[in-house]
């Protein structure tokens, strides 16, 4: 009976009926829990459905049966548990596929596009001229030693490989997007602009429900004097005001600037650019011409020469930062400081990125200084430390938008953060800004500086690949004094 039920699963599944085969599935296994085929069949369709989260437990048990450790399952249960963010289990799996098949080109790619998200960037790297040793004409093999050598700040190696994976398979977005992130971090601007616009080809982005292919601005080739555009975010908050300053660059070619944006920013770029409209929420579109925010620098083009804008591009609405000002009147006289130290647990990097609150508790003890946090979400583990009473101030409950953030931030004399929005909203307002930027620093802080093209007014200190946090963090604390001096001189 239970064959029949099999039988029929498969076949449904060969339709296209997966959850008609998912239930008869679990009936299977419901009926004789010892046999794993009805298992193997219904972990192997979650993954095929991207249910990932239902396939892991699923892979988990047909692993303790009998004779089921196989290096595919392996592989598959570590895909779940990496798509679960548990990234050390999902590379212990990998690595036991491996030594049951040492030459699975899968599992080489695997590790190689996981391990530098746990700071090991030469584990990466071995593991993708592993699968390239194995599969020297597969795309995905040239791609992911490409994207391990980028992380690894190789840029030429990296840029060899990312262009042969395109050589083998053209419409790859994925090497398209490392290729834009090598070209970019290697300051080749005006290269990278068209490499980075190719991020639409991926079919997981997601233009706005007006976007029209034929309204997409193009650039200065169509004038823009007596028209209307739409400007439409994407990406994350930091990208967002990093690139709001060419707003003003529209508006100078004639055009009546609107901008389709997320609620918590509207107030603040309204208040910062006058005459720019943002759209709420039922209200109707109506322009001639729309782009993506993060393709304008590729559109008007810029290039380093053209950096930063005038500065600062932003600024807090009046009303918020009367707010601030007097919500922060007990602290005036003294040095104020604002510290963060993890951005969104959910992004890619935030691993490398975030820092653990333990490190930066000498700099709130610092005699003359108050310091703030700037941590409005939840930083996890990464705040390992209570500080003490009075030491680290908590006023972001207040940050019911960016416009109160900016009106807090305005009031500080200096901002030491890891990379996030709260570095890209400094910046932008023109305040003081340390970063504290990982190994694999983003594109926007190219490589061997301490300053940046896009904000005049912030100072990089960059982790080496092989430097703890902790030494970091001693660089920062060390170069305090002397800042300190200086306000005082």
């Known amino acids: 009976m239970n064959a029949a039920r099999i039988g029929e699963a498969r076949a449904r599944a060969g339709r296209g009926d997966a959850a008609g085969a998912e239930a008869l599935l679990r009936e299977a296994i419901a009926v004789d829990p010892s046999d794993p085929l009805p298992l193997q069949l219904l972990a192997d369709l979650l ?8 396939a892991l437990p699923a892979y988990r048990q047909l692993l303790a049966m009998p004779h089921q450790r196989s290096a595919l ?11 679960a963010g548990r990234l050390e289990e999902a590379a212990a799996r990998y690595r036991e596929a491996l030594a049951i098949e040492p030459h699975m080109l899968e599992a080489h790619v695997n590790l190689a596009g996981l391990l530098w998200r746990l700071s090991d960037f030469d584990g990466a790297v071995a593991h993708g001229r592993e699968a390239v040793a194995i599969a020297p004409a597969h795309p995905f093999a040239q791609r992911i030693l490409g994207a391990a050598l980028l992380n690894r700040n190789a840029l030429d190696e990296a840029e060899r490989h990312l262009r042969r994976a395109l050589e083998l398979q053209p419409a790859f977005p994925a090497a398209q997007f490392d290729l834009a992130m090598t070209v970019l971090l290697g300051g080749r601007l005006a290269e990278g602009w068209p490499l980075y616009a ?15 292919a034929a309204r997409e601005w193009p650039g200065p080739s169509v004038p823009l004097a007596g028209q209307s555009i739409a400007v439409y975010g994407e990406q994350g908050h930091g990208d967002m005001l990093q690139m709001l300053r060419f707003l003003p660059r529209l508006q100078a070619l ?50 380093l020469a053209d950096l930063p804008g005038p500065m600062p591009y932003l600024r807090a609405p009046a009303e918020a930062a009367a707010r601030w000002r007097e919500r922060m009147a007990a602290w005036e006289g003294g040095v104020r400081i604002g510290l963060a130290w993890s951005g969104s647990p959910a992004q890619v990097n935030n691993r490398n990125r975030a820092l653990p609150l333990s490190l930066l508790l000498p700099i709130t003890e610092l005699p003359g200084v108050q310091c ?57 307002l023109g305040k003081p800004v340390w970063l504290l930027l990982p190994p694999n620093a983003d594109w926007r802080w190219l490589l061997d500086r301490a300053d940046s093209p896009w904000y005049p007014s ?18 920062v604390r060390q170069a305090l004094p002397a800042w300190l001096a200086g306000r005082a001189a």
């Open 47 to 54: 993954l095929s459905q991207q249910q990932t989260a239902h």
């Open 73 to 83: 399952n392996l592989l598959h249960l570590g895909f779940c548990e990496e798509a």
């Open 198 to 212: 190719q991020r639409w080809t991926d079919p997981r982005a997601r233009r706005p429900a007006f976007f029209q």
């Open 254 to 303: 004639g055009a009546q600037v609107h901008c389709v944006l997320p609620a918590e920013l509207v107030p603040l770029v309204e208040a910062s650019f006058p005459g720019v409209h943002c759209l709420r929420a039922g209200e109707a579109l109506q322009v001639q011409w729309h782009a993506a925010l993060l393709d304008l620098p590729g559109r008007l083009p810029i290039d």
């Open 372 to 428: 703030f946090s700037l941590q409005k979400d939840d930083a996890g583990a990464w705040t390992d430390a209570q500080p003490a009473p009075g030491r680290l101030v908590d006023l972001t409950d207040g940050w019911s938008s960016f416009a109160e953030s900016a009106a807090m931030l305005e009031r500080l004399d200096l901002v030491i953060t890891i990379d996030s929005a709260v570095a890209h909203l400094a910046g932008a």
């Open 458 to 475: 912030a100072r990089l200190f960059r982790r080496g690949l092989a430097e703890p946090r902790a030494t970091q963090v001693r660089r």
